[in-house]
């Protein structure tokens, strides 16, 4: 049979157009993937640019306020959109997050030392200044006549004392010894030192002495250590308010408590507060704030340094402030130091004026002791300052108007009226 023309014409057009669907339908179906794939890439491209926006929003800022509140290991944060967890965006983003973190630490130390090195600097070009002027102090009293003037003089001096303290508990903060070694004392005139360095001391009211020594080395930073938290308790409650030392010995050593009469602290400042008295974290510098408040950051160096505990509530406060608990170890109590007996006086021969022996022996008892003066002393314990030339008082024995004193002979009432600060002042001279 024979095909027309036509017929093959219709057959070719057949198989093109069937050819030509076959090709339109993959045509179809790449569009189609490729739409969708386009689609994928849309997405992923919006994720990311909006999980950058949300690691510089979110995630950078609050690493740098955890590094501000001085916690340099806190977490970095989660990841807006978690399906991205390990992939090459969260790697990238963790790298930033770590450099930033890097960088701010070591840019907060460098500042930091360098304002704990100028504070060291100027501690140390102001401290000798200080001990100077509490040594003229110290001249003055012995030659003051005047008890006006001395009243003066005593208002320096014991501006001058807080000074001293202060620059003290800032030379520690920077990791200097707060003072040279003292002899073994009593725990309570440790105390009494630490009294006579805030400005309020007129407030305190301290114990009874009680036979408990303390070892030399501890005396200066314990004296510091409660002079700082006297004077928090004295300045955060009402002035016409007590501030109550109390000592008690333990089976472990002996617990110093002081017990304020002050509105007490919002848990909040609490905790803060324990915190600071803590010393487990490393000072700041750059936020002691203005004014600077560090007289509790002092106290935790003590505390950590030398193996003090203190502990702050006010639960059990006795008026209803803040009770602070100082715990002083045994290892730094010593047994009390042994009195040396005084030589026994040898007898004497009396002879007649010619030499000849006479009819024996004679001997001469003791000679009485001069009665031992009397000082007056304030209702918290502290000695009044007078001068060596004010009226000697009755009973007490006195050079003859004609004799002039010997040379330093006001060396033993200076250094009386000197008190605890004499014990416990790195520089003070001794007698």
């Not at 340094?305 to 006010?314: I, K």
């Not at 730094?332 to 007649?352: D, G, N, Q, S, Y």
Request: no cysteine; aromatic share 4%.
């Amino acid at each position: 049979m024979s095909l027309t023309v036509e017929t093959v014409l219709v057959a070719v057009l057949g198989v093109v157009a069937v050819a030509s669907s076959a090709a339109l339908l993959r045509m179809y179906g790449m569009l189609k993937r490729q739409r969708v794939a386009t689609a994928v890439a849309d997405q992923r491209v919006s994720e990311r640019e909006a999980e950058a926006a949300y690691l510089a929003s979110r995630r950078l800022p609050a690493l740098i306020e955890s590094l501000d509140r001085g916690a340099p290991d806190a977490a970095t944060g989660d990841l807006r959109h978690p399906h991205l967890a390990g992939t090459g965006t969260d790697a990238a983003y963790q790298q930033v997050l770590e450099r930033v973190r890097e960088a701010l630490v070591k840019s907060v130390e460098q500042a930091d030392d360098a304002a704990g090195a100028a504070v060291q600097s100027a501690t140390r070009s102001l401290q000798p200044l200080v001990y100077e002027l509490q040594r003229a102090v110290s001249g003055l009293v012995d030659t003051a006549r005047d008890d006006r003037i001395l009243g003066l003089v005593h208002r320096v001096d014991h501006s001058a004392s807080q000074l001293a303290r202060r620059l003290q508990t800032l030379g520690v903060l920077t990791g200097t010894w707060p003072g040279r070694q003292r002899e073994d004392t009593l725990l309570l005139e440790a105390v009494r030192g630490g009294v006579s360095r805030i400005r309020d001391y007129g407030r305190v009211k301290t114990p009874r002495p009680q036979p408990v020594h303390l070892a030399g080395r501890y005396v200066e930073p314990l004296g510091l250590l409660l002079a700082e938290l006297m004077d928090n308790a004295a300045r955060h409650s009402a002035p016409t308010t007590p501030v109550e030392i109390s000592v008690l010995e333990t089976q472990t050593g002996v617990s110093i408590e002081v017990h304020d009469a002050g509105p007490g602290m919002p848990p909040e400042v609490l905790a803060e507060a324990r915190r600071r008295v803590g010393g487990r974290d490393r000072v700041r510098f750059t936020k002691l704030g203005t004014p600077a408040a560090y007289g509790l950051l002092g106290v935790g160096v003590f505390a950590d340094r030398y193996g003090f505990r203190v502990s702050l509530d006010s639960e059990h406060s006795r008026h209803g402030g803040i009770r602070v608990v100082v715990q002083v170890p045994r290892s730094m109590l010593v047994a009390p130091p042994t009195l040396t007996p005084e030589p026994a006086v040898k007898p004497a021969v009396e002879r007649p004026p010619n030499g000849a022996p006479g009819p024996g022996p004679a001997l001469t008892g003791p000679p009485e002791s001069d009665p031992a003066p009397s000082y007056a002393v304030a209702e918290d314990g502290l000695p009044v300052r007078r001068s060596r030339h004010a009226a000697p008082s009755p009973g007490n024995f006195s050079l003859p108007e004609a004799e002039p004193p010997p040379e330093g002979a006001g060396r033993s009432l200076a250094a009386f009226v000197q008190g605890t600060r004499r014990t416990l002042d790195p520089q003070e001279p001794q007698p």
